[in-house]
């Protein structure tokens, strides 16, 4: 008799581990997901004007596949994102990874800027677990809103044991994309999230993941950056090429104490004369300068058409200009040396 309930207690005890729901924080930080306004057919509204109890609430079907956790971290516009936010965030996320009962985590953000917010956790997040980042495009009060949908979807990726390892995502629109390449594609439509370089890596349909292709850059626990003393990030500044370009605002970034310059350049990140001139002073003055590209697909290369070597120029590879700053940043907090950081360019 002792031993039937003995087992029986065993048995109980393995079913409330194996049928246990996956514990999932919701980090809300603003943006069009909790954005409201006054017309489902008007465009105009107020970004993250929702709570994040509001958000979990309107979309009760998540509550069926994870126990969900809601926290505000921040309620802006991505418009308005800032440093404070980002180590807030990546802290806050660090600490939930960390515990033993918190499987995953999904973050609610702008779409604005969730590319650079997406890309600043990859490189500082240091845990396996699923992080996905995922926004809308419609407010909650728009006619055919995305964001409920988009939500759904996010709870099924973190949930997903395929989502481990793979760094940070970004789920919209049905397509799940590495945070090293995503990027906003199209100002207003429902499918504006694309990784131009790379594609997505895989889908969510109605909360059926369905995975392509594994992150092979190093990110989360393979990535070096440590935020956790950090109270602050170099200004790094980016310009904008164009013909009859202008050193000028080159100088105007030195003199506002800027540690980094991402130049997106014309091309294979190519600079009008008086810019380059500009740039190869500021090395000279202590900054280091990023070659990047206004071009939205390809990579800006080493010894293209500019003689880095001489100028002492870092290439930015595959990373567009607002993730190059994001690298370049994270890449100051260690060094200033450009061999070293040009190498960082390769590896991330
Ligand atoms: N400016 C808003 C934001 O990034 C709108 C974009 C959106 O969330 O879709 O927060």
């Known amino acids: 008799m002792r031993l039937i309930k003995k087992i029986a207690l065993l048995l109980l005890v393995f079913c409330a581990f194996a049928f246990a729901k996956p514990t999932i924080y919701i980090l809300a930080t603003g943006g069009t997901i909790a954005g409201a306004g006054d017309s489902e057919i008007k465009s105009s509204y107020s970004a993250g004007a929702v709570t994040v109890d509001k958000l979990i609430a309107a979309v009760s079907a998540i509550n069926e596949i994870a126990v969900i956790k809601g926290e505000q971290i921040s309620s802006i516009g991505s418009q308005e ?52 980042f995922v926004g809308a495009m419609r407010s909650g009060t728009s006619m055919s809103a995305d964001g409920p949908m988009n939500l759904y979807n996010a709870v099924n990726v973190a949930v997903n044991k395929e989502s481990a390892g793979k760094g940070v995502l970004v789920v919209m629109n049905d397509e799940i994309h590495s945070a090293r390449d995503a990027t906003k594609t199209i100002t207003t439509s429902v499918q504006t999230f694309a990784s131009p370089n790379s594609g997505k890596i895989g889908t969510v349909f109605y909360g059926e993941v369905e995975y392509f292709m594994q992150p092979v850059k190093a990110h989360t626990i393979n990535s070096e950056f440590d935020i956790s003393k950090l109270e602050n990030l170099p200004r790094v500044d980016i310009l904008f090429a164009h013909p009859e370009d202008s050193g000028v605002f080159v100088e105007a970034a030195v003199n506002a104490s800027a540690k980094g310059i991402i130049h997106a350049g014309m091309g294979n990140g190519n600079l009008f004369p008086s810019t380059q001139e500009a740039l190869a002073k500021a090395v000279k003055d202590g900054v280091a300068v990023v070659r990047s590209s206004r071009v939205p697909n390809g990579a800006t290369t080493l010894e293209g058409e500019v003689n880095d070597k001489e100028f002492g120029f870092i290439a930015s590879n595959s990373l567009s200009a607002q993730k190059a700053r994001v690298l370049l940043m994270l890449g100051l907090t260690k060094t200033s040396d450009t061999k070293e950081l040009q190498k960082l360019f390769l590896k991330y």
Not at 102 to 128: C, N, Q, R, W
């Open 81 to 132: 994102m800032n440093n404070k936010v980002w180590l807030k965030l990546a802290k806050r996320v660090n600490e939930l990874l960390a515990r033993k009962d918190v499987e995953g985590i999904v973050i609610t953000h702008g779409t604005d800027t969730m590319e650079e917010s997406a890309y600043f956790l990859h490189l500082t997040a240091k845990s396996k677990k699923p992080i996905v």
